[in-house]
DNA sequence: TCTTTGAGTGAACATATGTTTACTTGCGCT
DNA sequence: AGCGCAAGTAAACATATGTTCACTCAAAGA
């Protein structure tokens, strides 16, 4: 009796809505891919991304009703993964001077991590179409938001109202990304960059927070 | 006598170089006209250009031998901007606490007066095309030092030793940018947001200055 | 077992694209 | 006055694009 299951004669690899999942994780995916060769999403056709894909043009619109909406999506995707970042840099526990260094490794080592993801996020947060820009600001101001919580939780910077917490946290998310461009340019055979890179960062970090210490009303 | 000339008939009102020059720059205008209703560099095609610049495809290869060369010359044009941008707060003289709100105001007027400019640089600085992204980071970089000379020179931050300063300054023209791109999002037409704008910024370079003053090998 | 459903196909379409070619036409030099 | 040079033109081309339609054919439900 080789065969256990009696009607279902065989029992697919995958059943429909995986399948379907499937082709457009694809989709998702070729976009990336095609982003990393060195284009932005505005540039991209819906022919390319399918043909990467490996289907046929006609298959997109069973999946996305335009370009852009698959942008948001990768957008959405993106979001997630910063909050994963938050968290992640929150569960190393708290030395708050040693933790810059550790957290600016942790990011280092996201941003290779997800470097589709973020080569996405960093070109269309100031890219051409602006209906992909203001959703990639929200995700951005989320995040700046949950970490502007997370300091004054972990009673980082307090002697600062809010407000003048939430425009450094703004600073913070700013430089990131600002670092995250430079990073995603460097030459990945040399690798005594990436570490002035980091010394870089954790120093340019290190200042804001100087700052932030002096800072009165 | 009503001619004042007697062989050259009519005098054309533009000579040759002169009209090569203008339609030259018809095309330039045209590329940034483009970007600015919504659409990076890359998503740019040539008979779009030609078409907005009034002429025919053909006359572009009359000036450019491909499209990155028309934005490789948007570049050097946005170089030259910037330049001109710190020579004007330069000039101002240097009450050095004042200064901050001063220039700050002075760089809001300069991106309303070169709004297409600034929009090709935040957008290209992070953009698709390498070439482009490269070229716009090197023109940065030579605004970032130029400033750092300046401030030596104007004794402002005389604690810093001279890496110190590179990395504080390459921080502020961050901040610069990241700002630039807030900036030419605000919608137009309610004015206290631009208040709040550069009050926000104000803000984040005192901050910074603050952490320079304290900075500490 | 039979039927329904819907993800993926293949072909067709109208339109847009980059690039080349031979051409016009008028400025500017002799 | 006459001639050359080159900026702009017009047309043609091969190819790429977005979108549609009727289709297949296997999984899922009856």
Chains 1, 2 share one sequence.
């Not at 065989?10 to 982003?35: D, F, H, I, Y």
């Not at 335009?66 to 942008?71: A, S, T």
């Not at 589709?116 to 890219?127: C, D, M, N, P």
Request: proline residues 5%; charged residues 25%.
């Amino acid at each position: 009796m080789p065969n256990p299951v009696a009607h279902p004669e065989v029992t697919p690899l995958l059943n429909r809505g995986e399948r379907k999942q499937r082709t457009r994780a694809a989709l998702l995916s070729a976009a990336l891919a095609l982003m990393s060769e060195g284009r932005g999403f505005g540039a991209l056709s819906l022919r390319e991304i399918t043909a990467r894909a490996g289907v046929v043009p006609a298959t997109f619109y069973r999946h996305f009703a335009q370009l852009d909406e698959l942008g948001l999506v990768l957008v959405e995707e993106s979001g997630l993964m910063l909050r994963r970042l938050l968290r992640d840099v929150r569960r190393t526990g708290l030395p708050p001077t040693a933790m810059l260094l550790t957290s600016v490794k942790i990011y280092r080592q996201f941003i290779e991590d997800h470097r589709a993801h973020f080569l996405f996020v960093v070109t269309e947060r100031s890219g051409g179409s602006p209906v992909l820009r203001a959703a990639v600001r929200r995700e951005e101001s989320h995040f700046s938001r949950e970490m502007a919580l997370d300091s004054r939780q972990a009673g980082l910077m307090p002697g600062l109202s809010s407000t003048a917490l939430e425009m450094t946290c703004s600073l913070v998310v700013g430089t990131m990304m600002f670092a995250a461009s430079e990073l995603l340019d460097l030459p990945k055979d040399q690798p005594q960059l990436e570490a002035e890179w980091v010394a870089r960062f954790v120093r340019q970090l290190r200042l804001i927070f100087l700052g932030a210490r002096a800072w009165r009303e």
